[in-house]
């Protein structure tokens, strides 16, 4: 028997992966921009490609279009997996997993934080400003102050769940397969479900 | 479930940043942009912009 791994339900796989690839579109051609534009802070031997900051701009805007869905995921459904009510009293349990498992779920609270920094600052940003050359905008400084905190925040999200899970748990959100419970075909009356509990008996 | 205090505020802030992401760079900016000839046609544009089209056309 293959050895088990955790299960991810499917619409936290899906959410989670495309959010994923939106982001890290988005830190890899902000660097460039970065690099084609800017470059105070050092550059990379890329070419300069002015083009890359409209490019940038649709990564960031996709992940601003998907996070309200996948901050709703989240929040909800998602819950156990990010602070809980007790979360201040796990954190004395120094060393034991819970503290672990907590610190993951800290992880995961912020990177929603981080990621709403991001796509904010970068909304308050004109696509103006770089082709002329202007650099002294708070937003400008804000947004790659944003860019930093993502890597940051991604670098220690990989940390912890390879640290409470392993390499079981970081493969298992990039699973492909799912069980029959978890099929997209059965979601249209798991929505329909939903409405009904909800608008059940609310007064016309 | 215990009441969750702590992520039903980040929840809010959450939202409410993703509401505003879309509408702060829909609010008119507080200083008139340098005139570059569009065509505005709310009233106050237009007693703004005849004088300016009639420097423009003479
Ligand atoms: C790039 C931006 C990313 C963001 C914003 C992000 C955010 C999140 C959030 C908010 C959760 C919790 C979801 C919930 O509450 O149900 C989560 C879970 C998880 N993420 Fe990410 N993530 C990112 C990238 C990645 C990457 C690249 C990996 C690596 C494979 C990864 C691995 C995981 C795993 C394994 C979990 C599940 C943890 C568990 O079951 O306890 N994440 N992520």
Known sequence: MAPSRPYQPLLLRLLHGLNSIFVIGAI?????TYDTYDGRWGRLPLPQFKEIE???GTFGLYALLLLPIF???AFRRGQRRLIQPDTLAKLTQVGKPIWW???HRITNTVMLLALTFAVFSG?????KWLPQGEFDHTWY?????AWAVMILCISVHLLMSA????VSLLLSI???KFRPQDSPALWSGHIRNWLSQRFKGTPK | MKQNLALTIIEIIVFISIIAAWIIPLLPKLEPEPNTGSLILSAPGAVWLIPVAAKQNS
Do not use: N, Q
Request: net charge neutral; charged share 15%; proline share 0%.
């Open chain 1, 123 to 127: 909304k308050m940003m004109s696509e």
């Open chain 1, 54 to 56: 409209s490019i940038h």
């Open chain 1, 101 to 103: 498992y907590t610190l």
């Open chain 1, 141 to 145: 400084y804000l947004h790659l102050i």
């Open chain 1, 28 to 32: 890899i051609t902000g660097f460039w």
């Open chain 1, 174 to 176: 990039l699973d492909l």
């Open chain 1, 71 to 73: 901050a709703l995921y």
């Open chain 1, 163 to 166: 640290r409470v899970g392993g």
